[in-house]
């Protein structure tokens, strides 16, 4: 796949794609975008736990498996990182991205190339308490685990770009796949996308969104 390296309103890198017209990153800041959505929605919403389940849908750069990884170093969190992504990125774009001249995560240079270097299709220890799975394959086809994950983030393209991956089925699978009291995150709060969660059982809100976008939603497993 094309992708073109942007620069972005916060100084941080995001990636387009021509044949799509689709950016990877919100253009007005993708670390702000990253934090706003994933980290502070998601992450940080949670009570304090000493190890986390996580899933993401669409790896992408590996931005927030970076964010989440530097997060919980500090915290001291164990975390089973599993992130679906059928399109991995060429090692030329990687090593572009200008994510760790950032002070949250300037001191994760080498986990940063690390999450890029892990082999697909098995757990890699990225440290010794973050631990990686890389899935090249579509969500629709990857058989999820049973009230495993505490953590979810959407980060698939946009609805009007991959509308298969926004659907209440895709939800539905997801919400079995996760505990009691899971949390999603997506950048999305788009009318449907909204009703598709609920239809497949979880508790949806709205929250303001990031610089340059007015909402976001948060949906839980209850």
Request: glycine fraction near 6%; proline fraction near 5%; hydrophobic fraction near 40%.
């Amino acid at each position: 796949m094309d992708v073109q390296l942007v620069m972005t309103g916060d100084g941080s890198h995001t990636l387009f794609v021509p044949d799509l017209k689709e950016h990877y990153h919100s253009t007005f800041g993708a670390i702000q975008e990253s934090m706003h959505v994933f980290i502070n929605a998601g992450l940080l919403s949670l009570e304090d736990h000493k190890s986390l389940n996580i899933l993401e849908i669409g790896f992408g750069t590996g931005l927030n498996a970076l964010i989440t990884l530097a997060i919980c170093k500090n915290k001291k969190i164990k975390v089973n990182y599993d992130a679906v992504e059928p399109f991995p990125l060429d090692k030329k774009i990687t090593q572009q991205l200008n994510y760790c001249g950032f002070e949250l995560v300037q001191p994760f240079l080498n986990e940063f190339r690390l999450l890029h270097r892990a082999p697909y299709d098995t757990v890699f220890p990225v440290t010794p308490n973050f631990f990686l799975k890389k899935i090249m394959e579509g969500i629709e086809l990857f058989d999820l685990p049973d009230k495993h994950y505490q953590i979810v983030y959407f980060d698939a393209f946009a609805p009007d770009v991959q509308p298969e991956l926004w659907r209440e089925n895709i939800f539905r699978k997801i919400y079995l796949s996760m505990k009691d009291e899971g949390i999603l995150t997506t950048y999305s709060a788009k009318g449907s996308v909204r009703r598709a969660m609920k239809v497949a059982g979880f508790s949806v809100e709205k929250l303001a969104g990031p610089p340059g976008k007015r909402e976001i939603t948060r949906a839980k497993k209850i």
